[in-house]
DNA sequence: AAGCGCATGTAAAGGGTTACATGATTGC
DNA sequence: GCAATCATGTAACCCTTTACATGCGCTT
């Protein structure tokens, strides 16, 4: 369901077509909400039936844009205010860490620095995108501010998430290095 | 296929029953990564087809527990070592975030006030258990050990998240009191 | 004219949830 | 005997991904 109030709320900003929001879900919503471009056509589809959007333009190469209709504007208003938040994480990395148990000290010590490094990266990534908002290259606009706290976030959680994997890694037993029990 | 992966890592501990395993995973796993019953009697189903794991016993009321095999712990092991590790994160909240401007500022406020309650909530279950965990509690076997990494994760993700939610609410034009500008 | 990127779609399969259903055992 | 809990399962549905497919328009 939370697709469809994705497509809505990017619809909020301006018309875009299906092309364009398949683009805008991978490069700012890559990793806090995946959509292939199959789903999003399909219920841009579903989204028409329901009158929550209109065809806005057609151009070349069967290009149809879209724009939100002012019932669409109040189903997604609804759903922010009313609609029930879904706090389910399932973040594959902390299933794994269930079973670091059952890992070769190596193997561990392995993964949990690619992980390090993974979410560095991606801390630095999202950080360097957060400077370039506050230094106001993007614009002051209401959506732009909006996405500057979904950035937020986003830094904070990979953070986070960097500096367990560190701590993990501490926390192990070292490898080559049994304790002195 | 990470639910396959979860369900052997838990057999790994020792046998289970559909039932039991259906109680871990909506205790402990219940926000990382729930399962739902169905889902986990036929994923059993095809472990055993395909070797990894056997019937360990059958108690009353058809209750059939299962047990690793040495294939299934060489499986897991495998999957741990050599899987793809899957960062998607898929949080609604942060999905949600994005359309913030859209939302009446009162409205934003009372959202972000559950938010910061949710996510300390969460910060302070996972942490008393793992105090509870740090004084010996459930003992220092490798498997409890696992899960208190996994937990320190839960922890800080939840303490990251209220932390945001927090920065957030200090971050909007705070409602009734429009900026001196 | 060739190749790339734009732009949309279908089909199949996989993964997960919800609703429905059933019967056995235990505790009161 | 009754209610609660144990324990398993089926069926339908929904959501998502992957693979396959097609054709247009722009650039070189």
Redesign the interface.
Known sequence: M?LR??LL?LL?EGPASGYDLARRFQE??G????AQHPKIYAELRRLADDGLIEVDSEGPRRRTAYRITESG?AE??RW??EGD????????????????????PD?LDR?LR??VE?YSG?AEQYSAYAERKDRGEFGTA??V???R??I???V??S???A??AR??SE?QPPAGHPSTE
Chains 1, 2 share one sequence.
């Open positions: 939370s109030y994705g709320g909020a700012v919503l990793r806090i909400w995946p504007v997604i208003r922010l205010a938040v879904d706090h389910t994480m399932r973040l594959q990395p902390l299933l794994r860490s269930l079973f670091f148990w059952l890992m070769e193997d993964h690619r992980e993974f991606m209401p959506p501010q909006s996405m706290v979904t937020e976030a986003a904070r959680l953070q986070a998430l500096d367990w701590w993990a926390h």
